[in-house]
């Protein structure tokens, strides 16, 4: 399976993005997909993940309330949107995948990953 993110950019507090995970290879329809990130000096971190058909889903502290993960399996992708950023949410943001029924929220669970999209946020 590869991961392509994509929707990344610069955008100004308060600002709202919408990140994009394609998938080519194999179909994702039954496989949880998770969005990480990774600020510079910092360790990885979870942000959101969705099971295989999209009923359950969990969303890190830090972007609770701001943010939502999504999918669409018939176009094989993942999305995650994002509003009320602030400069703390500047990150290069990961999309993984992985074969199962949670939402894992470590990055060792996780088989498969994409490239990475920088998010900035402007103060």
């Known amino acids: 399976v590869q991961l392509q993110a994509s929707g990344g950019g610069l955008v100004q507090a308060g600002g709202s993005l919408r990140l994009s995970c394609a998938a080519s290879g194999r179909a994702i329809g039954v496989w949880t997909m998770a969005w990480f990130r990774q600020a510079p000096g910092k360790e990885r971190e979870f942000v959101a993940a969705?099971?295989?058909?999209?009923?359950?889903?969990y969303t890190a502290d830090s972007v609770q309330g701001r943010s939502t993960i999504s999918r669409d399996n018939a176009k094989n992708s993942a999305y995650l949107q994002m509003s009320s950023l602030t400069p703390e949410d500047t990150a290069v943001y990961y999309c993984?995948?992985?074969?199962?029924?949670?939402?894992?929220?470590?990055?060792?669970?996780?088989?498969?990953w994409g490239q990475g999209t920088q998010v900035t946020v402007s103060s």
């Open positions: 993984a995948a992985r074969r199962g029924s949670y939402t894992y929220t470590r990055d060792d669970d996780y088989e498969y």
């Open positions: 969705i099971n295989w058909n999209g009923d359950s889903t």
